[in-house]
């Protein structure tokens, strides 16, 4: 099983940046997809992006799309969430989790189609 270490988290004012890191430990399926989710306190876990290792092509929910970038860097078997123009409702606990691509990136971030998941990091945007 595919071990997913996520790293960057913090504390940062509205409008700010962070960079997340999810450091896999390899990627054991022929073609991979890692998914970024997270969960905000009371709520449940939503789906934030996916990068699709082999390809290089990105799916990105709505409420992100234009402000995050999912890249990878496959040589350190890393990929990266860029989060870009924070507001207090980003906060929450950021997961990265991998899966062998399967299905459309939409489809595999919309129904939690991973196979392994990270700890998670936390992610607050004070107002």
């Known amino acids: 099983e595919v071990q997913l270490v996520e790293s960057g988290g913090g504390l940062v004012q509205a409008g700010g940046s962070l960079r997340l890191s999810c450091a896999a430990s390899e990627f054991s399926f022929d073609d991979v997809a890692i998914g970024w989710f997270r969960r905000a306190p009371g709520k449940d876990r939503e789906g934030v992006g996916c990068?699709?290792?082999?390809?290089?092509?990105?799916y990105y929910t709505d409420s992100v799309k234009g402000r995050f970038i999912i890249s990878s860097d496959n040589g350190k078997n890393t990929v990266y969430l860029q989060m870009n123009s924070l507001q207090p409702e980003d906060t929450g606990v950021y997961y990265c989790?991998?899966?062998?691509?399967?299905?459309?990136?939409?489809?595999?971030?919309?129904?939690?189609?991973?196979?392994?998941w990270g700890q998670g990091t936390q992610v607050t945007v004070s107002s």
């Open positions: 990068i699709s290792i082999t390809e290089g092509s990105t």
């Open positions: 989790a991998a899966g062998p691509y399967a299905a459309p990136l939409k489809v595999m971030v919309t129904e939690h189609r991973f196979e392994s």
